[in-house]
């Protein structure tokens, strides 16, 4: 086997996706990783990186295209590092999302699972309600579009006639306003993202024009977005732009967020979720572990006699208990900790625990909840490779999987959330 060099261009036909929106395909036994291919393409590829066990290539020519291809929506596509998937068909991502899911669970859980992953989805154009916008250099003539200030080894590195080129690219300063580039940091400027909600799209221009109208010291480095029931709001304070807190309904409970807090985006399948989270499940005592703004507690306490949220970030706390007071939920407790801290101070056993961490999932706190021993658990999750690494753990201890559903959340992009639910073998 003799690994090709970079720079080399190959004749490839692509397999299948991989977790990371990357096509997949072979050539003399050693994997190839190219983006924006798609399953039964075949491609000429010029490869860019040497790895250990694959290589990374670029597309340089679309000899024949796979049955599943099709023309992006957006016209930024390719450049714009945001969605990955725009080039095939829906179904394919629904069934590239469901390989996801069951691969994780077998190659990293090394669970045995030959049925399919049922994969919930819903209109996959328009459905994100949360934004964060990138703007250009905030502070110094960097003239490479990267965030910052230029560091003493750069300053001093650059010739007399970088320096005046890059004072007048400064000047007259204009905000490039829009999204990271593909596998970069630099800011590419955009005009429309088809599958932010209408209401965040209709409002790029007046944030690019509210910039513009600020002296560039005071350019903030991002912008928060988020629209609900009552349309669109920005943060940090623009000149003639709303800043307030934004509504969302969900299964008959208001939540009250602000632009820059954690909320589930997809606006056409959150109730799903929750659903999938909540359904058919009772008792007397439910913790909501890394609670947010209570998404999951609050339709908990229609179903448990009392629930105790728990999240360490201040604002969603605040947020959490003033979400509780708004839907009348007198039965939730919000605690400001982290899950280990609370749980290592618990004196309760619950009937159910329901957590949704953050991507890097919830390693820490397993050790933990193994000694808990509640007797049902739900683990909502948006990396199927860290669900997968704390699912195995966490059977390994006494619990038995009893399911994994995948919510397609994340439409043109490679993306998924997963619910799995436990009950304990042995209560």
């Known amino acids: 086997m003799t690994l090709p060099q970079v720079g080399q261009t190959l004749e490839v036909t692509v397999e299948r996706f991989g977790f990371g929106g990357f096509a997949i395909a072979r050539h003399d036994g050693i994997a190839v990783f190219v983006p924006f291919g798609a399953p039964g393409d075949r491609l000429r590829v ?6 250990k066990n694959h290589v990374r290539a670029r597309i340089v020519e679309v000899l024949a295209p796979g049955p599943n291809r ?35 669970l077998v190659r990293t859980g090394g669970f045995e699972w030959p049925d399919p992953v049922l ?12 934004t964060q916008l990138k703007l250009t250099a905030t502070s110094g003539a960097r003239g490479d579009g990267r965030h910052g200030r230029l560091r003493k080894q750069e300053q001093r590195a650059r010739t007399t006639a970088e320096i005046a080129a890059a004072a007048a690219a400064a000047a007259p300063p204009v905000p490039r306003l829009g999204f990271h580039r593909a596998l970069s940091h630099d800011v590419l400027e955009v005009e429309q993202c088809p599958v932010l909600a209408p209401e965040l799209e209709q409002g790029l221009a007046g944030v690019r024009a509210a910039i513009a109208s600020l002296p560039r010291k005071e350019w903030p480095y991002q912008i928060d977005g988020a629209c609900g029931t ?10 003639g732009m709303r800043k307030d807190l934004v509504e969302h309904v969900v299964l008959g409970f208001r939540y009250l967020i602000e632009p820059e807090s954690f909320f589930q985006g997809n606006r056409n399948l959150v109730e799903e979720l929750v659903k999938g989270g909540v359904d058919g499940l009772e008792g007397d ?8 703004v209570g998404l999951f507690s609050l339709p908990l306490s229609r179903r448990f006699r009392r629930v105790v949220a728990v999240e360490d970030e201040r604002r969603a706390c605040t947020l959490g208990r003033v979400n509780v007071k708004t839907n009348g939920c007198d039965n939730v407790t919000d605690l400001r900790a982290t899950t280990e ?8 056993r619950p009937d ?13 706190a397993i050790p933990l909840l193994l000694q808990l021993r509640a007797r049902r658990l739900v683990y909502v999750s948006c990396d199927p490779q860290t669900l997968a690494r704390d699912l195995r753990q966490l059977v390994d201890g ?23 639910r436990l009950r304990l073998a042995a209560p």
Request: hydrophobic share 40%; net charge negative; proline share 7%.
């Open 398 to 420: 006494g619990y038995v999987l009893e399911r994994v559903e995948a919510y397609d959340m994340f439409p043109q992009t490679f993306h998924t959330e997963a619910v799995a």
């Open 119 to 130: 994969v919930h989805h819903a209109h996959p154009w328009g459905y994100r309600v949360r």
């Open 285 to 292: 005592l439910a913790f909501d572990l890394y609670a947010g």
């Open 46 to 51: 010029e490869i860019t990186e040497l790895q």
């Open 341 to 348: 801290q609370f749980l290592r101070a618990n004196k309760e």
């Open 352 to 364: 159910l625990v329901l957590m949704d961490p953050p991507r890097l999932g919830a390693k820490p």
């Open 230 to 239: 009552g349309g669109a709001s920005w943060a940090p304070d623009l000149p």
């Open 70 to 104: 099709t023309t992006p929506r957006c016209k930024h596509y390719g450049e714009c590092g945001g969605c990955q998937l725009q080039h095939v068909d829906y179904a394919t991502q629904v069934a590239a999302k469901a390989e996801f899911v069951r691969d994780a």
